[in-house]
C-alpha cells in the first residue's frame, strides 16, 4: 500500500522544473523502494498558479514554456494563498534568493509553518536573514524544516553533520560553495577567456543565481557559511557577520601567473574556531584537495573525533539539486504517519 504524500512547489524556475523533472522520473523508484507516492497538487509561481487536488503531472507541467498554459492555471492566484489554501503535506520552497528581505520566501515559510506543512527548500534568502526564527516557528508548530539543498547543492553537507557525524563537535569547516565562480575561475584559468564570458556561460548551464552578483560578488557564498555557522555551529549571526570579498577583481593574467608558480586561485569559504567567518579568493596549491575545478563544490569538515571528512560534489544545477531536496521529501515522508 503506497503512502501518498501531497507536495506543492513554489517557484517554478530552474530548481523547482528540476525537482518536478525528478519526482516525475523517480516515481518508480521511490514507490518501490520506500512506498511513498509524492503527488504534485499545486505549483505556485508569481503571477498565478497551478492547484488540481487530484494531482499535476509533473513532467507535464515541465513540458510547458510558460505554465499558464495548464488548464489547471489560475492567474493571479498567489503563491501564499495557495501554501495557506490548499490541502498539501509538504512545501517546496524554490523562489530566489533575497538576501535583503528573505522575500517571498519568508513569507512562504512561515505561511506553510502556521498552516502545518513541512517544509524542504534551497532558498538560501530566509535562511540567511532569519534562521533562528524560521527554526523557532517550525518547532512551535512542530513541523519539519530541512535545507540541505541550500548549501553545496547535491553533496551532502547539513544532513551528514547532523546523522553520521553526530558524535563530534565540529571544530572548523573549509570549502568551495559556489560552482559559479569556481567555473569561472576554472575557465578563465585553462582557456584564458574573459570574465564576462565566461560568467554568460555558467548562467547559460543554469549554475547562476537569479542575480548572478549574488555569485560573483562572495554573496552566495557568504549565504551558505551564515546557515552552516547557525545550522552546524548553533550560532545566531547574519549576512553582516561574513567578511566578504568575491572574484570581480581576478583577471585571467593574475590566474596565469599564480598557476605558473603552482597555485590555483579558489573562492574559499571557512568558520574557524572564533574567527569571523570569511570568503575570499585564496591561492590553492594545485595539488591540495580543495583544488577541484568546473562546477563543483568541495568542504573539509574538521571534527575532534572523526578527524577531517571531506566532501566533494555538484555544487548547483536542477538535476542535482533535486537529488538533496528529494532526500530531504522522503525522510519528511517517512515520518509522516
Ligand atoms: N549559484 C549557486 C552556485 C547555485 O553557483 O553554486 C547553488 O547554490
Redesign the pocket.
Request: proline share 3%; glycine share 16%; charged share 15%.
Given at each position: 500500500m503506497l503512502k501518498k504524500v501531497r507536495i506543492l512547489i513554489v517557484g517554478f524556475g530552474v530548481i523547482g522544473r528540476g525537482v518536478a523533472r525528478s519526482i516525475s522520473e523517480k516515481r518508480e523508484f521511490i514507490n518501490g523502494k520506500y512506498g511513498i507516492d509524492f503527488e504534485l497538487v499545486g505549483i505556485g509561481e508569481r503571477e498565478g498558479s497551478i492547484v488540481c487536488e487530484k494531482g499535476i503531472d509533473p513532467m507535464e507541467a515541465c513540458m510547458l514554456k510558460s505554465l499558464n498554459e495548464h488548464p489547471h492555471w489560475k492567474e493571479g492566484a498567489k503563491a501564499i494563498d495557495i501554501i495557506k489554501g490548499v490541502d498539501a503535506d509538504i512545501v517546496i520552497e524554490a523562489t530566489p534568493?533575497n538576501i535583503d528581505t528573505g522575500e517571498p520566501g519568508m513569507s512562504h515559510m512561515m505561511a506553510a509553518f502556521e498552516t502545518k506543512k513541512h517544509v524542504v527548500t534551497?532558498n538560501?534568502g530566509p535562511l540567511t536573514v532569519a534562521y533562528t526564527r524560521l527554526k523557532k516557528a517550525a518547532e512551535e508548530n512542530d513541523i519539519k524544516f530541512m535545507f540541505e539543498?541550500?548549501?553545496?547543492?547535491a553533496m551532502p553537507v547539513l544532513n551528514m553533520v547532523r546523522g553520521t557525524l553526530q558524535a563530534n563537535e565540529i571544530l572548523g569547516i573549509e570549502g568551495i560553495?559556489?560552482?559559479?565562480?569556481?567555473?569561472i575561475l576554472t575557465r578563465m584559468m585553462t582557456e584564458g577567456l574573459p570574465y564576462e564570458h565566461v560568467l554568460s556561460e555558467?548562467q547559460e548551464l543554469g549554475?547562476?543565481?537569479s542575480d548572478?552578483t549574488?555569485?560573483v560578488e562572495g554573496i552566495?557564498?557568504a549565504c551558505?557559511l551564515v546557515i552552516l555557522a547557525n545550522s552546524i555551529f548553533d550560532m545566531d549571526i547574519s549576512y553582516k557577520d561574513v567578511s566578504v570579498t568575491g572574484i570581480t577583481n581576478i583577471t585571467s593574467e593574475a590566474l596565469k601567473l599564480a598557476y605558473d608558480d603552482g597555485y590555483v586561485i579558489k573562492l574559499v569559504g571557512e568558520i574557524q574556531n572564533n574567527n569571523k567567518p570569511a570568503v575570499a579568493p585564496h591561492l590553492v596549491p594545485k595539488d591540495h584537495p580543495l583544488a577541484v575545478g568546473g562546477?563543483l563544490?568541495i568542504i573539509s569538515i574538521r571534527t575532534d573525533l572523526a578527524g577531517e571528512i571531506t566532501v566533494t560534489g555538484k555544487?548547483?544545477?536542477a538535476v542535482e539539486?533535486s537529488s538533496s531536496i528529494l532526500s530531504d521529501l522522503i525522510s519528511i515522508a517517512n515520518e509522516i504517519p
Open positions: 534568493t534551497s538560501k539543498a541550500s548549501v553545496g547543492g560553495l559556489n560552482g559559479t565562480c569556481n567555473y555558467a549554475i547562476a543565481e548572478p549574488y555569485d552566495d557564498t551558505k562546477t563544490n555544487g548547483a544545477g539539486t
